[in-house]
Structures are given as structure tokens and as C-alpha cells.
């Protein structure tokens, strides 16, 4: 069974930071690229952020590029999403997901996702 178990998120103020993990369990997580989405109330879910099964390449989007930082540890089958300069736009609920081709930004082409985190940013 796969599992991908998210935490890390919570309320925090404006100009400050977060660090959200993602625990996968269940496939041979190295084989496998990952990306972080999100969803705002009322909104589409939205690409973050993703990397490649060995950390290599790496896509964000433009709005968190310079804040965001992705990155992923094969050993502890983890990937975690840095977020820095947090602003009240960044309010969403975080989602990991995998996929086993190289990394996008398309939601529709994960195949496994985790339950999701809130993240909320106050001013």
C-alpha cells in the first residue's frame, strides 16, 4: 500500500518560514520523482515545486521561485518543500505526490498523492 504522509504545516505570519516533509512509504521511492502542489479555497490545485528521483533537476513555479526550495533525502524516503518569505497568498493546503517519469508540473500526471497539509499565513 502507498502511502505518502505529509506534516510541517501550520499558521504562521508573513516574511516567515515553514518546512514542510513528505514520508512515502510503499514504493521504491528513489525510482520515483516528487512534487508539491497546492490548493487555495476556490482555486485549482496549482504546481509548487518538483524534483527528479535522484535530486538533480528541479521545477518551480514562478511565484515561489527565489522563496521555495525543494529538495529530498533517498535514504529516509522523504521529500521537503523549504518555504521562506512566506506571503498570505501562499495560504493553501500543501499536497506531495509522485510520479515515476521525470519531474512536472502537472497534477494530472501523479500517480500517488499524500492527504495534504494546511498551510496558512497570517499578516
Known amino acids: 500500500q502507498v502511502q505518502l504522509v505529509e506534516s510541517g504545516g501550520g499558521l504562521v505570519q508573513a516574511g516567515g518560514s515553514l518546512r514542510l516533509s513528505c514520508v512515502v512509504s510503499g514504493l521504491t521511492f528513489r525510482s520515483y520523482s516528487m512534487g508539491w502542489f497546492r490548493q487555495a479555497p476556490g482555486k485549482e490545485r496549482e504546481f509548487v515545486a518538483a524534483?527528479?528521483?535522484?535530486?538533480?533537476?528541479?521545477l518551480y513555479a514562478d511565484p515561489v521561485k527565489g522563496r521555495f526550495t525543494i529538495s529530498r533525502d533517498n535514504a529516509k524516503n522523504t521529500v521537503c518543500l523549504q518555504m521562506t518569505s512566506l506571503k498570505l497568498e501562499d495560504t493553501a493546503v500543501y499536497y506531495c505526490a509522485a510520479r515515476t517519469y521525470g519531474p512536472d508540473t502537472g497534477w494530472s500526471r501523479y500517480d500517488y498523492w499524500g492527504q495534504g497539509t494546511q498551510v496558512t499565513v497570517s499578516s
Open positions: 524534483i527528479s528521483w535522484r535530486g538533480g533537476s528541479t
